[in-house]
């Protein structure tokens, strides 16, 4: 016998598979827009003398200086 073995076809992704891939995704992109600009004009009162930075941890988007919350 030759050939090829046929295989099952591919499974769609469940919601949380689909989340525990582009939650990741989703949260380093906006980490990186809101670093680049001020869209909730928050006011500065981080204890870093330059203002907050935004970055993504565990699915939020905090501040790294004074654990502000920016995005959850
Ligand atoms: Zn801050």
Do not use: Y
């Amino acid at each position: 016998m030759s050939g090829f073995t046929r295989t099952r076809q591919p499974q769609p992704l469940t919601r949380a598979q689909a989340i525990a891939i582009l939650q990741p995704i989703a949260s380093e992109e906006i980490a990186a827009i809101l670093s680049q600009q001020d869209v909730f004009r928050l006011d500065h009162d981080c204890v870093n003398p330059a203002g907050h930075d935004a970055i993504a941890s565990c699915g939020d988007v905090v501040c790294p200086h004074c654990a502000k919350v920016f995005w959850r």
